[in-house]
Each structure stands twice: as structure tokens, then as C-alpha cells.
């Protein structure tokens, strides 16, 4: 392979640093930190098995086998991969390196370690496992664009965005940490998804700049890799103080936590394929999480917020520094903010601005977002700060630096969604369908040509899709798909119709032979479904999802294909994945929340036939829930009592906390006092029986195997909401 154009200029500036005397990769080739609370790695894992290579993976350890390729079933790319990735080095333009040089500019310092060790004892972050993207190499397992966006996205350390005014910390989680000076202290803009990693990042903004007292935190907006870090910044009680602020968009408690609950467990297990979050840091493995190299997996916590930003356009002066804030409600997240320092002619752009075209549906799960309003919040934030902002930086990426680049990358985010939204239309106005769109739509090539238009984190494929998803659904008008078989049922007649297993295999094997992989899929997964004990079947399909894979652009649809790939090689595995959340936001959960999902968890054929009415009551915060169960349904009403309940139970909202996050029991409360329950107490003893825990380990493809992943919980007990990171 040959040395690829864009490691040189990486590692030109990697030069200058160990010039100046900066150890950046300290304890790389080791593994090894020398940071006192910071954990080493273990050994090679070269001879690991599958199941402690995955481990390895989660942990931040590179897990190389025979051939390179950390499974044994694995494949090298095929010739129609290769030839596929030597187009893209071709065709797109690699000779534009201004992202590089950016992503550069400023650099003050890096840490002499790689690795940071959560509280709980397992490595919570680890650069260092992905130091071979830096070995010159052109990997024919990675789209060239995602290569070059991983070698950009190893920056690593604290970077001056504006001089003794704005600092950033990249490269110590999914998202950066971002600090400005005030009179007095730091303003810290989105600490990051956890305690350890927000820590590290001030303890070398301290050690670089001088100790400062951190005097307010802004919440960009309402996705866990945006909060989750606060309590390594700052404590809860200077904010219940109000020594320290904490801004965030009006909105933002609402949905930090009610977006992730409903289908919460589901969305963790599809987070699996969408981060990649146990497959092996390889080149056929993970390689970037294309906004940041990859989601920590330390404590996540949430400190609510005293100061909201209500209207839509908000001035505040916090600490000498004037901030003119945006709200962007229905852009990357229901609750978002952009903020302007007119005084600093800078202009921070949350995540609606992150140089790559993000999420228009995100795959692990949650609504669809509105690519024309994100598109109309950009233009109105270029005609409203950008035409004078001299610095524009974000809560992922990198900066840019002069008016005219700005520009530039805004009008380029602006059309990038503009165009997905109003094309895609025109084509579904003409009768293009859901299930045809991503084939049909395609980006200008004009577009096309700016790195700032390509589809990192999101595709064009899947946000295509999730236009038409949200103005027309997923229904494409014909009857024969608005009430189809399941899977498990269709595929069997699918499989007799085409000639059995056998012919399958071997028609599947000579499309695969000829790289027409898309063909290929089509029907080994009728065979999978029909035959989920076939692993011949399961190994030929993996083997297809695999070149998939390899040929993407965006790591969320490269991840679920490799993902999906070894699940059907190895079954499903386990691992330390990211933490979803914490009590925090678990106690952030308003009461109605608890009881909506408490009527999701109920299993109506446990409950048919029986009907009761329960009024809840929690004296300490005035709220009372008249809660029924009639029809196998379970109700409740905020602000009503029912006149003549089957039982009354009263608990203080403050010890109903400890039932929800699962510290004591519903039967503790009352043995002890805490909660009263006057009336029937069966209708309490039933409800018990009837609710369901969700386990993470459901088979997500056919034949891989449930498995226990989730720990038992008390019956009333809240499981943690699902991970919002990376939006």
C-alpha cells in the first residue's frame, strides 16, 4: 500500500511538536501511561479470543490477529473493494489540506499519557489504540474520505482558538471541551460525556494556563456528550449556590432526558452497530466516529441548569463576556443554541456546524429532524453573525478562522441540507418512493466536492430515506408492503421459490465473486431468515456485509455493517460499552416520565382482565397521578386524583428518587416509613407481577443468539435512558 498524502502533512505538525520538546505519544507503543489515576493497558492481543479481543476493543486496545484482521472468519478487501477506494483517491479532492492545516492551528500542549481510567476501574478513553492510523498507510478497508477524517480527528491536547481569550481541548472524548476566559474564571462550553474525561481535560487547561475557578457551564444542547462530563468541571453545590451558572436552551431538561426513555433499551442495542462500540480499533475494525474518534465510557452525570435561554435570540453578560445566543430548536437536537461573542468577533456553532453532514435520522433510534429548518437556523446564523465572525468553532471538529473561510463552510452546511431536503422532495413529488429515494437522490456534484459536504456521521443514503420518512412515512403506496410478513415468515417461501438453501449459496457466492454485494445481500438474508441456524449462510453474509462496510464514508453505516458482520460470525458480544447514563439523569426524570415507561414495561397479557385505579401522591413537590389499569392498558393523569381509588399511596418525590434509581425498594419505603399506602395494596402486589425488564441482549440479526446482558432490577426500579451521544 502506498503512503498516503495526508499522514505526511498530519505528521509534519507531529514533528514540530516533538521538536518543542511535547511527548504526544507518550506510552503508544507500550500502551502504557504514566499519569498516576490514569490506567495501562494490557498486553498484545494478538492471541486473544474473539470474546477478550471484543473486551480489548471496548477497553481502547487494538486487537490485531492473523493477517491483521482481528477475526478469524475475516476477509481482506476484495479486488472490487480495492478498486472501488482507488476511484474515491481519485476522484475526490485531496489536494485541498486547509482542514489540516486548521485542524493544527493553535496547538499549546498534549498530555504524557493516552488512556484515561474511569472511577469504575476500566479505561475510559484511549487515543493510543488508534496510533496505526498514523503509520502513512492507505487501508483499502477504509474509504479514503474516512481515513483522511480519522487521521484528522487524532488531534489530541489543548489548542488556542483566540488569543488569551478562547481555548479548546480536543481529542479527550466524542465532543470537545471548549473554555473561555472572563474576568475572573473559566465559561466552559459542553464538558463532555464523562466525569473523568471533562476532568483531564481542565486539569491541563490548569497545568498549561493557570489555575482559574470555573465560573459557569453552558449546555449547548440536550445530547449526553454535551452535560454528561459537568461534575469533573464543577460541583452541584456551587450551582445550587448560584456561585457557578449553568446556561442551557429552554427545553433542554425536557429532552435530556424524555428523547432516550421510551425506546430507550432498544436504542442501546442498536448503539452496538451505529458506534461500533465493541468492534476492535483495526482497520477492519472501528476506525472514527467521524464528529470525534469515539463515545467515552466513564461516568456520566447531569447537574440541571439555573439559567435558561428562552427567546429565541438571548443577550446575557456572564462574568465580563457579552454572549448573544441563538436557539435552534429542531436542528441536530429538539433543544440547541448557537452563541456569538461580538466583542471576539467568534462564533460558536454547537453541532449544527461540525464540517461534516450530520444525522437527519440517526440510526440507533430517534425522530426524524427537519433537514429544511436546520438548513433555515444556518442561514440565519450566517446573516446574523457570520458575515463579521473572524473564529467559528464547535462542539466537535475543529475551528476555522477568517471571514471569508467561514462563510464558505456555513453556505456549504446551509445548501448541504437545503438541497437533501428540497431534492429529495422534488423526487418524491414525482413519485419517487421510500424504498427507492437513496438509489435516486443525488448530492451536486459542487457539493460533492467540499469536505464540508460530506457524509461523515450521517449518509446520504439514510438521511435520504428519513426525508421522505418524515413527510410522507414509511409506507411507498403499495398495498403489498402496508401490511407485509415479517421477515421469519417471508423468507421461508422466499427460499422455496428460489430453489433451496443450496442454489441460494451458490448463486449468493458468484455475486459476491463479481462485487455485486447489494445483489448479494438480497438474498442470503431471506436465507438467513428462513435458516437461522445456518452458519454457512450467516458466514457468507457476513463475508458481504463486510465489503459493505469497507466501501462506506460514514462510520455509522460503516460500523453497523462490520458490526452486523461479526455478530453473524461470532454471535452477539460482550463488552464494556459506553455508559448510557447515570443517577443523575435518572433522578432528572419527572414523575409522569417514570409512570409512562412503567406502562411501557407492562405486559398486557399479564394484565387481561384485571382493573384498578390507583392515586399517587408526593406531598414534598404538590403533584398527585390518578393511575388506572383497564382494557390491559396502564394510564395516568397528571394533576387529578381519582374520587374512589382502589389505593392511595403517598411518598415524597425525593424518596420515590431512590425507588427509581433502584438504592431501595418500593417494599423498603413502606416497611420504613417512607411511602403510605391506604386501601387495597393488591393492585400494588399485582402491577409488580405484570412489569417487564428489557434485557440489551435481543438479536438485532437472525440466529446470533440472545444473551443476559442486563443486570436484575428491583420491579420499579428505572433502567438508565439510553445514550444521546453523538446525536
Not at 474511569?118 to 483499502?140: C, K, R, V
Not at 459542487?446 to 413527510?471: I, P, T
Request: proline share 5%; aromatic share 10%.
Amino acid at each position: 500500500m502506498k503512503r498516503n498524502r495526508f499522514v505526511f502533512i498530519w505528521r509534519a505538525a507531529l514533528v514540530c511538536l516533538v521538536i518543542t520538546g511535547l511527548s504526544f505519544a507518550a506510552g503508544c507503543s507500550s500502551g502504557k501511561s504514566d499519569a498516576p489515576d490514569m490506567d495501562a493497558a494490557s498486553e498484545e492481543t494478538a492471541d486473544m479470543s474473539m470474546a477478550e479481543a471484543t473486551e480489548a476493543a471496548a477497553a481502547g486496545q487494538t486487537a490485531m490477529g492473523e493477517g491483521g484482521h482481528f477475526d478469524p472468519k475475516g476477509k481482506q478487501p476484495s479486488t472490487f473493494t480495492a478498486e472501488h477506494q482507488k476511484k474515491q483517491r481519485e476522484m475526490l479532492p485531496f489536494d485541498d489540506t486547509r482542514d489540516f492545516e486548521e485542524s493544527k492551528k493553535g496547538f499549546i500542549a498534549a498530555p504524557d499519557y493516552m488512556q484515561i481510567k474511569a472511577e469504575a476501574g476500566h479505561i475510559a478513553w484511549d487515543m493510543g489504540s488508534y496510533q496505526w492510523l498514523l503509520d502513512g498507510e492507505d487501508f483499502d478497508s477504509i474509504h479514503p474520505s474516512l481515513q483522511r477524517q480519522a487521521i484528522i480527528n487524532m488531534n489530541y491536547g489543548l489548542y488556542e482558538i483566540l488569543k488569551d481569550k478562547i481555548y479548546q481541548v480536543r481529542g479527550f472524548d466524542l465532543a470537545n471541551i471548549s473554555f473561555i476566559k472572563g474576568d475572573t474564571g473559566w465559561i466552559v462550553f459542553d464538558p463532555l460525556t464523562a466525569k473523568e474525561t471533562a476532568a483531564a481535560a481542565l486539569k491541563l487547561v490548569t497545568e498549561q494556563l493557570g489555575e482559574y475557578p470555573v465560573v459557569a457551564v453552558i449546555y449547548s444542547h440536550s445530547h449526553a456528550d454535551h452535560f454528561g462530563g459537568v461534575r469533573g468541571v464543577v460541583d452541584e453545590a456551587d450551582v445550587q449556590s448560584g456561585k457557578v451558572k449553568v446556561i442551557a436552551p429552554i427545553g433542554f431538561m425536557e429532552h435530556a432526558v424524555a428523547e432516550n426513555v421510551y425506546a430507550g433499551n432498544a436504542m442501546n442495542r442498536r448503539l452496538f452497530f451505529q458506534y461500533g462500540v465493541l468492534l476492535p480499533r483495526s482497520p477492519f475494525g472501528h476506525v472514527d466516529q467521524a464528529i470525534g474518534k469515539n463515545t467515552a465510557a466513564g461516568t456520566l452525570g447531569l447537574i440541571p441548569p439555573n439559567v435558561i435561554i428562552k427567546e429565541d435570540i438571548e443577550e446575557l453578560t456572564v462574568d465580563g463576556v457579552k454572549m448573544v445566543f441563538q436557539n435552534t430548536p429542531g436542528t441536530e437536537a429538539p433543544a440547541e443554541m448557537n452563541t456569538y461573542f461580538p466583542e471576539m468577533k467568534a462564533f460558536w456553532a454547537a453541532e449544527n456546524i461540525t464540517g461534516t453532514i450530520h444525522n437527519i435520522y440517526t440510526l440507533r433510534g430517534a425522530l426524524v429532524r427537519d433537514a429544511l429548518e436546520w438548513s433555515k437556523q444556518i442561514n440565519k446564523a450566517l446573516y446574523m453573525f457570520g458575515q463579521e465572525a473572524e473564529v467559528m468553532f464547535s462542539a466537535h471538529s475543529w475551528p476555522r478562522w477568517g471571514n471569508e473561510r467561514i462563510q464558505e463552510v456555513m453556505r456549504t452546511q446551509r445548501d448541504t441540507y437545503a438541497n437533501l431536503n428540497n431534492g429529495v422532495l422534488h423526487l418524491a413529488n414525482q413519485g419517487v418512493t421510500i424504498n427507492q429515494i437513496h438509489n435516486v437522490y443525488k448530492v451536486p456534484e459542487s457539493l460533492e466536492m467540499q469536505w464540508a459536504a460530506r457524509s461523515y456521521h450521517g449518509s446520504v443514503e439514510h438521511n435520504s430515506r428519513a426525508v421522505v420518512n418524515r413527510y410522507l412515512g414509511y409506507w411507498d403506496a403499495n398495498p403489498t408492503t402496508l401490511i407485509p410478513l415479517s421477515p421469519e415468515d417471508s423468507a421461508p417461501l422466499y427460499v422455496e421459490m428460489m430453489g433451496g438453501a443450496e442454489a441460494i449459496m451458490v448463486k449468493g457466492k458468484a455475486l459476491f465473486d463479481e462485487g455485486k454485494y447489494r445483489h448479494a445481500q438480497e438474498i442470503l438474508n431471506k436465507l438467513v431468515y428462513a435458516e437461522p441456524q445456518n452458519q454457512k449462510a450467516k458466514d457468507l453474509l457476513a463475508d458481504v456485509f463486510e465489503q459493505i462496510g469497507y466501501q462506506k464514508e460514514s462510520p455509522s453505516v460503516r460500523n453497523s455493517f462490520l458490526a452486523a458482520a461479526y455478530e453473524l460470525r461470532n454471535g452477539i458480544p460482550e463488552g464494556a460499552t459506553p455508559s448510557t447514563s447515570g443517577p443523575d439523569v435518572v433522578e432528572a426524570m419527572s414523575t409522569e416520565l417514570w409512570l409512562d415507561f412503567l406502562a411501557i414495561r407492562l405486559d398486557s397479557s399479564k394484565a387481561a382482565g384485571k382493573a384498578f385505579t390507583i392515586n399517587l401522591i408526593t406531598p414534598d413537590n404538590d403533584e398527585k397521578f390518578a393511575v388506572e389499569l383497564s382494557n390491559a392498558t396502564l394510564t395516568n393523569i397528571k394533576g387529578y386524583e381519582a374520587e374512589d381509588p382502589d389505593l392511595t399511596i403517598t411518598i415524597n418525590r425525593e424518596d420515590l428518587v431512590q425507588v427509581m434509581m433502584g438504592a431501595v425498594s418500593f417494599e423498603d419505603q413502606i416497611t420504613n416509613g417512607k411511602a403510605k399506602l391506604v386501601g387495597d395494596k393488591k393492585p400494588f402486589d399485582e402491577l409488580k407481577t405484570m412489569l417487564v425488564q428489557f434485557d440489551l441482549g435481543f438479536e438485532l440479526m437472525p440466529g446470533t443468539g440472545t444473551k443476559d446482558l442486563t443486570k436484575e432490577k428491583q420491579p420499579f426500579e428505572q433502567p438508565e435512558p439510553a445514550s444521546t451521544s453523538g446525536g
